[in-house]
């Protein structure tokens, strides 16, 4: 799977979606680039979801490809575990790995692509300097461990810190933010400078999740646009 600063992503996350009936779940967000799964442990964050098996199970029968989101602890130990099951790009938390740029190497190893996600309260100067090893940043705009919670428009001064810093490094890494993402929010990330966009609720609430996505496409690359053509 590969990012690309050009482009506006939409990854749904299925963690809104009916698990009772995932097949069709994942079917209607065939229209997007990717398919969001949140894989949290009841330590990492206070919720439990999917493990390895699971993912492998998704990963098999889903029609696009699978962003792995790992709220677990011991990345350093587990991360490469969702590689091996075939997810196409694997992000694991700054603040659970001990050798972030070890483990980075090993997933690009294993044919993942590689982001990096931080919390809410860990700044993004954590990671600047060796950004480059990473495929894509993850920029948490809600606090982990639960869908449905609303966009914190403190984390857009971040966003745009970190889109600043990647461009004066002349990197190709995407900034993907994730939580209350909608059609009300996404317009402001864009222009802070993300391109990859985590939606749930959002899509999975609404009576047609293609145009759903379709809507958040656009709203996010016309302000993509907006922001380089104005040369933030």
Same mark, same amino acid.
């Given at each position: &799977?590969?990012?690309?600063?050009?482009?506006?992503?939409?990854?749904?996350?299925?963690?809104?979606?009916?698990?009772?009936?995932?097949? !069709?779940? @994942?079917?209607?967000?065939?229209?997007?680039?990717?398919?969001?799964?949140?894989? &949290?442990?009841?330590?990492?964050?206070?919720?439990?979801?999917?493990?390895?098996?699971?993912?492998?199970?998704?990963?098999?029968?889903?029609?696009?490809?699978?962003? $792995?989101?790992?709220?677990?602890?011991?990345?350093?130990?587990?991360?490469?575990?969702?590689?091996?099951?075939?997810?196409?790009?694997?992000?694991?938390?700054?603040?659970? %790995?001990?050798?972030?740029?070890? @483990?980075?190497?090993?997933?690009?190893?294993?044919?993942?692509?590689?982001?990096?996600?931080?919390?809410?309260?860990?700044?993004?100067?954590?990671? @600047?300097?060796?950004? /480059?090893?990473?495929? &894509?940043?993850?920029?948490?705009?809600?606090?982990?461990?639960?869908?449905? !919670?609303?966009?914190?428009?403190?984390?857009?001064?971040?966003?745009?810190?970190?889109?600043? $810093?990647?461009?004066?490094?002349? +990197?190709?890494?995407?900034?993907?933010?994730? /939580? /209350?993402?909608?059609?009300?929010?996404?317009? !402001?990330?864009?222009?802070? /400078? %993300?391109?990859?966009?985590?939606?749930?609720?959002?899509?999975?609430?609404?009576?047609?999740?293609?145009?759903?996505?379709?809507?958040?496409?656009? +709203?996010?690359?016309?302000?993509?646009?907006?922001?380089?053509?104005?040369?933030?």
């Amino acid at each position: &799977m590969q990012y690309s600063t050009d482009t506006s992503l939409i990854h749904p996350s299925i963690l809104n979606s009916d698990f009772m009936a995932i097949g !069709q779940e @994942l079917d209607r967000i065939a229209t997007a680039d990717a398919a969001h799964v949140d894989v &949290m442990d009841n330590h990492f964050v206070p919720n439990l979801t999917f493990g390895p098996s699971m993912v492998e199970q998704i990963v098999r029968r889903s029609p696009i490809p699978v962003d $792995a989101h790992l709220m677990i602890e011991d990345a350093d130990r587990t991360a490469p575990e969702f590689a091996e099951a075939g997810a196409q790009s694997v992000t694991f938390h700054l603040e659970a %790995a001990s050798a972030p740029i070890r @483990l980075a190497r090993e997933l690009r190893r294993k044919n993942a692509a590689v982001g990096v996600a931080l919390r809410p309260a860990t700044p993004v100067e954590s990671i @600047l300097d060796f950004i /480059g090893e990473f495929d &894509m940043l993850l920029i948490m705009t809600v606090e982990p461990g639960f869908g449905g !919670q609303s966009f914190i428009d403190s984390m857009l001064p971040k966003i745009r810190r970190a889109r600043q $810093a990647i461009s004066e490094s002349h +990197l190709n890494v995407s900034i993907q933010v994730d /939580g /209350g993402v909608s059609r009300s929010t996404i317009e !402001q990330a864009a222009d802070a /400078g %993300a391109n990859v966009f985590v939606a749930g609720s959002a899509i999975y609430s609404a009576a047609d999740a293609a145009d759903e996505i379709a809507t958040l496409r656009s +709203l996010a690359r016309d302000h993509t646009a907006a922001h380089r053509g104005a040369g933030c």
